[in-house]
């Protein structure tokens, strides 16, 4: 049995009209039967119901020029052709419904007639298999010359995208380049970390909520927020600037003027108007690094801000905006310190949309040598000198740095320091083992300084006798303890930081009773511990 060609498109009812063309009377749905080379056993017709007069003209002509072919009629009222929504919907409607019968019949899509929006829904139904058809593009007849024109032409396309392997290649070639966009060209192998950034990448690309970064410090938070702007910005989704904000060093009256800005006479000192980092953000991207430094008056504005875009200035009375896209960066756990009252559980809520943790460089073993290499490229174009490693000495290095020794406790900010160091003093701008070894010796002895603080603070508290009676384990626990504690103001506010768990479970009635009690094990009460604090 002969399979059947059928073109589905809608009535053109400015063109089949005749009516604004080049040559007297070309008529799409008409000119589809001209063509001997593409016989059409059958037309759908689609139109709508102020063109059903128009409908039954297209349809006696047809039969004029062809008639052996069919021609069915498909009334599909829409009150706005225009309206994306509503013709989208109307014609999935058609397509769900449409008795498509793929062995016995080839389809063909007219996009020549109907609306720009038509059009683009027939690529969108076609893409997703929803219509089993390939699109048909009619151009009309063109004049030659004075005395001749030539017929009308058309074209069939495919749009199948997994059919074209140069399209396929570039396109994933443009979403890699994307990714090692956001890390700085570095070929990190983490499987973990690449595909995050991944996901940062095309959210960052499709969205303008608030992104939050959390990660321990040095992890990148600060260059990746960078990066993502400069993606942004390479797609013209942002034309503003860049704001980065560090609100640990925020302090005082000063912290909501360096914000949301002040006018003249607002305070002592204000000698003139300010407009502030987030007004300085309009039309950007705003970066607050470690947002849970801000104070409770800086979070109650900023929660405003972001939602509604708009704040009041110091002294002021009259509301500035701002649109700018929030990446926010921290160190710590917001939901902990939402659970200590030290952080706005509305604001935290804003952010947690889309929140992505940066693992440390001691996580990512596979990464240090990329990144090694990336550090060394940094310090030849800042220094103007290359400098390589030796065979030995790039062996040694990378065996120490990606070895459970290696505590990189401040991650990209200890490498990149390491490597800055070794760099400049390699001698004839080659690094040795000797470098090497002297750099080892240096990282072990910064790291071990930092994991002694705690034990310090322990023999500050309890003596060498003390301390030497308690388990290691247990000097492990109580060394994180009265850190909490130092932090805190106060024996319920530590109480609430260390026992947050068994309180949500209502397993804890008094946190500040119990923390005493745990002390006193120890033989130490909460005075004791808060005289410490310099």
């Not at 009690?517 to 005289?531: E, I, N, Q, T």
Request: hydrophobic share 40%.
């Amino acid at each position: 049995m002969d399979r059947k060609r059928v073109v589905i498109g809608f009535l053109g009812t400015t063109l089949d009209a005749g009516r604004h063309n080049r040559f007297e009377r070309w008529r799409p749905s008409v000119d589809l039967f001209l063509h001997p080379e593409l016989p059409v056993d059958r037309l759908e017709l689609i139109h709508g119901e102020n063109s059903a007069s128009l409908a039954d003209r297209v349809v006696g002509d047809i039969a004029q020029v062809a008639p052996q072919a069919e021609v069915r009629r498909h009334l599909m009222p829409m009150k706005d052709p225009w309206d994306f929504g509503e013709v989208y919907s109307a014609m999935h409607d058609f397509a769900r419904t449409y008795p498509f019968d793929t062995e016995a019949e080839d389809y063909l899509v007219n996009i020549t007639t109907g609306t720009h929006v038509a059009q683009i829904c027939w690529f969108l139904l076609i893409e997703a298999r929803f219509v089993p058809a390939t699109i048909l593009q009619l151009s009309p007849p063109r004049r030659v010359h004075e005395s001749e024109t030539k017929r009308s032409s058309y074209s069939v396309i495919d749009i199948d995208l997994s059919r074209y392997d140069q399209i396929a290649t570039r396109f994933r070639r443009d979403r890699d380049e994307a990714a090692s966009f956001l890390k700085s060209g570095i070929a990190t192998r983490n499987e973990a970390f690449n595909r995050m950034i991944d996901r940062i990448e095309r959210v960052a690309i499709r969205s303008k909520a608030p992104l939050l970064l959390c990660g321990p410090t040095g992890a990148g938070k600060s260059q990746l927020a960078r990066r993502i702007y400069d993606l942004k910005k390479s797609r013209r989704q942002v034309g503003g600037p860049f704001v980065e904000v560090n609100c640990a060093t925020l302090r005082g009256d000063s912290a909501m003027s360096t914000l949301f800005g002040h006018v003249k006479g607002a305070f002592t000192g204000a000698a003139q108007d300010r407009a502030g980092l987030l007004k300085a953000a309009d039309k950007g991207i705003l970066f607050l690094d470690e947002i849970g430094e801000l104070g409770p008056d800086e979070q109650a504005m900023a929660l405003r801000a972001i939602e509604e875009k708009r704040f009041l200035p110091v002294g002021s009375d009259r509301e500035v905006a701002s649109d700018f896209q929030l990446i926010a960066g921290t160190n710590r756990d917001l939901s902990e310190d939402v659970r200590a009252g030290r952080f706005r559980e509305d604001l935290l809520a804003r952010l947690n949309l889309w929140t992505f943790d940066l693992p440390g460089l001691a996580d990512r073993p596979e990464d240090v040598e990329p990144n090694l290499d990336y550090e060394l490229d940094r310090y030849s174009e800042r220094e103007g000198s290359r400098v390589s490693f030796n065979r030995e000495a790039r062996e040694k290095y990378l065996a120490f740095a990606t070895s459970s020794a290696a505590a990189w406790s401040a991650n990209f900010r200890d490498l990149g320091a390491s490597v800055t160091r070794m760099a400049t003093l390699a001698p004839k701008g080659r690094v040795d083992a000797e470098t090497v070894d002297e750099e080892i010796s240096r990282l072990r002895r910064g790291w071990g300084a930092r994991r002694d603080k705690r034990e310090a603070e322990l023999l500050e508290l309890l003596g060498p006798s003390g301390l030497a009676e308690i388990d290691l384990f247990d000097q492990v626990q109580l060394a994180e303890v009265v850190s909490v504690c130092r932090r805190e103001a106060t024996a319920s506010a530590a109480g609430r930081a260390l026992f947050a768990a068994s309180r949500a479970k209502k397993a804890s009635a008094n946190d500040a009773d119990r923390l005493r009690k745990y002390l006193a094990r120890f033989g130490l009460d909460w005075s004791a511990v808060r005289a410490m604090t310099p």
